[in-house]
């Protein structure tokens, strides 16, 4: 079993940025796909970024490309999800899941581990 704890949300200006990390624990894989999610109040949770178990390769969601940006830190086990220019809509619980994948996934359906979520809340 794998733990994923999430932390820096917070409340921002929009314009401003916030760096979510998202430090895994428990049992380890050589292979382990990661991603983030987000869930506004009244709405699904969407798929935000994503990257790749076995390569730096990333996928994003349209409404957050060339602003939000998904890394990883393989040696401390830690994934971290940079977000600049903050929009109000922007404002959500974010959520890191995980899963022993080689590839990049983007479907809530497709991870088998999810943190207990973080809000990020951006005023206008």
């Known amino acids: 079993q794998v733990q994923l704890v999430e932390s820096g949300g917070g409340l921002v200006q929009a314009g401003g940025s916030l760096r979510l990390s998202c430090a895994a624990s428990?049992?380890?894989?050589?292979?382990?796909?990661m991603g983030w999610f987000r869930q506004a109040p009244g709405k699904e949770r969407e798929f935000v970024a994503a990257?790749?178990?076995?390569?730096?390769?990333?996928h994003y969601a349209d409404s957050v490309e060339d602003r939000f940006t998904i890394s990883r830190d393989k040696a401390n086990n830690t994934v971290y999800l940079q977000m600049d220019s903050l929009k109000p809509e922007d404002t959500a619980v974010y959520y890191c899941?995980?899963?022993?994948?080689?590839?990049?996934?983007?479907?809530?359906?497709?991870?088998?581990?999810w943190g207990q979520g973080t809000q990020v809340t951006v005023s206008s």
């Open positions: 899941a995980g899963r022993p994948d080689y590839g990049v996934l983007v479907r809530t359906r497709e991870y088998d581990d």
């Open positions: 428990g049992r380890t894989f050589r292979y382990y796909a």
């Open positions: 990257i790749s178990g076995s390569t730096d390769s990333t």
